[in-house]
């Protein structure tokens, strides 16, 4: 066996291994504990559940990922642009950049009552909400890692009479993609986070929404198994990004 494949055998097998053991612990503190189901429900009720409403929770988890999507696609793309614009636009860095780090610092949560009340309910006010959450960690990790690059590389290609683009390619975007994932794989998480947020604030579907109404009506295995399929929806998001990483990686060659 190869060290890569020992690697990603252990890749796999101890979060496995880590997962079974907190299932384990799950069902041994409702069943040697005794503790009553509208308390903590066990695994078995708990999956009982996704199975006799799968459609349910499929539903509102194509919800959920709509707005998702939706939102981050939005938040990624136009805090790309920005972080951009401010690495290679003196003006636009000194215009719009303390703003950026100073807003960052106000928790979201605060903006959508503001949402509800200018924009309604409904799935394009929870996509703004996503965008929002989604926007921050992008601009501020791309700007980050576009500003990392030495300027010793980038001296060196102004000695050979290289132009900006090859500076960009040969130099910015090898030492930037590090940073410009990390901040992917924060906005993903956040994103997921923020639908949620927005299902119990703004939207009348969606995974939050089911954990909201589980908690109203004390269904504590219906909160559980919406939670257990939102976890699963992000784990794919955030692997999404690791894969394109990867791809990313073999193809540009990028890393310090």
């Known amino acids: 066996m190869t060290d890569r494949v020992r690697a990603a055998a252990g890749d796999i097998l101890l979060p496995t291994l880590a997962l079974a053991v907190g299932v384990l612990a799950w069902w041994a503190v ?8 509208f308390v903590l429900p ?13 459609t349910l929770y499929a539903w ?5 990922l709509e707005k998702v999507v939706y939102g981050g696609a939005v938040g990624i793309v136009g805090g790309f642009l920005l972080a951009v614009a401010i690495a290679y636009l003196p003006w636009a860095r000194t215009a719009v950049y303390p703003y950026l780090v100073t807003v960052r610092v106000v928790p979201k949560i605060a903006v959508a009552p503001l949402l509800l009340i200018y924009l309604g309910t409904g799935t394009a006010t929870a ?16 700007v980050a890692g576009l500003d990392a690059a030495p300027d010793a590389h980038r001296e060196l290609l102004r000695s050979v009479d290289a132009g900006p683009i090859a500076r960009i ?19 993903v998480t956040l994103a997921v986070v923020g639908a949620v947020v927005a299902e119990w604030v703004i939207a009348d579907d969606g995974l939050g929404f089911l954990v909201l109404m589980g908690a109203e009506n004390v269904r504590p295995d219906v909160m559980l198994a919406a939670l257990v399929t939102l976890l699963l929806e992000g784990l794919l998001l955030y692997g999404a990004v690791v894969l394109a990483q990867r791809a990313a990686e073999r193809r540009l060659g990028f890393g310090r």
Do not use: C, H, I
Request: cysteine-free; aromatic content about 16%; overall charge negative.
């Open 30 to 37: 409702t069943v040697v504990g005794d503790v009553p189901p």
């Open 42 to 54: 066990g695994p078995e009720t708990v999956a009982a559940q996704l199975f006799e409403n799968w």
């Open 60 to 64: 509102n988890a194509w919800y959920t």
């Open 127 to 142: 996509v703004v909400f996503v965008a929002l959450v989604t926007f921050f960690p992008l601009v501020l990790n791309t």
């Open 169 to 187: 390619r040969y130099v910015d975007v090898p030492y930037a993609m590090p940073d410009v994932f990390a901040g992917l794989k924060q906005s």
